[in-house]
């Protein structure tokens, strides 16, 4: 079983719409979580960590519940730019803290 | 800072040829990571050094080698490359500043887009 899991969509909606995304975990004892966007062909960056009270940058909100190993990110009033990847990602407890990928969920906002 | 870059961007290899892709860093971070990423796949770990002179082991490290020599310096072998290692190879550096949440800043480079035929 992958240790991170998406939905890989692809989710389309129209801009102004909100959109939430949702992602499980394999290893109970995971201590980092984060949102990562990325761009067609381009590197990821990080949205967004995760943190157990939830929060909130902006427009986007995160939250986290470690009993069911779900992490979510809500995105409200889409905008065009938004477009993008979003991936998933547990910190890997070992392997030099490197992190553990999703695969990815594609969001497509259309005008 | 120019942060991580990554050379070559783009390369062509045959099969059985060898190349390294090499990654540098001038944010003085002690973690360096090497990934690649295929359609439909999630980004896997291939190897990663957690200081100078010092590396391991990811999750997908066969037919790969690499070297910390230098701090700064992250270097991506290919002995003899195969078709199955054509991917987009993406370093990563990270830094631990006391205080913060291990594994928190993660930055990537721009990514080497590598076909073997």
């Known amino acids: 079983r992958k240790e991170v899991e998406q939905d890989p969509g692809p989710f389309n909606v129209p801009e102004g719409a909100t959109v939430a995304f949702n992602c499980t975990y394999s290893n109970s004892a995971s201590q980092s979580f984060f949102w990562y966007r990325q761009d067609c062909r381009k590197e990821p960056k990080l949205l967004m960590s995760?943190?157990?009270s939830g929060n909130e940058d902006g427009r986007f909100t995160a939250q986290l519940n470690r009993a069911s190993q779900y992490i979510s990110l809500l995105i409200r009033d889409s905008k065009l730019s938004d477009s993008a990847t979003y991936l998933c990602?547990?910190?890997?407890?070992?392997?030099?803290?490197?992190?553990?990928f999703g695969k990815g969920t594609s969001l497509l906002v259309t005008p | 800072n120019a942060g991580v870059t990554q050379t070559p961007k783009f390369r062509v290899l045959k099969t059985g040829q060898s190349m390294t892709l090499l990654c540098a860093q001038d944010m003085n971070h002690e973690y360096m990571y090497w990934y690649r990423q295929d359609p439909g796949m999630g980004l896997r770990l291939i190897h990663y050094s957690v200081g100078e002179g010092t590396t391991a082991k990811g999750e997908v490290p066969d037919g790969y080698n690499v070297s910390r020599l230098k701090k700064q310096n992250f270097l991506l072998g290919l002995e003899s490359a195969a078709p199955s290692q054509t991917s987009v190879y993406f370093c990563a550096s990270s830094y631990f500043p006391s205080g913060r949440r291990k594994g928190e800043t993660q930055y990537f480079g721009p990514g080497t887009r590598l076909l073997v035929l």
């Open positions: 990602v547990v910190n890997a407890l070992r392997s030099g803290y490197a992190l553990n």
């Open positions: 995760v943190y157990s």
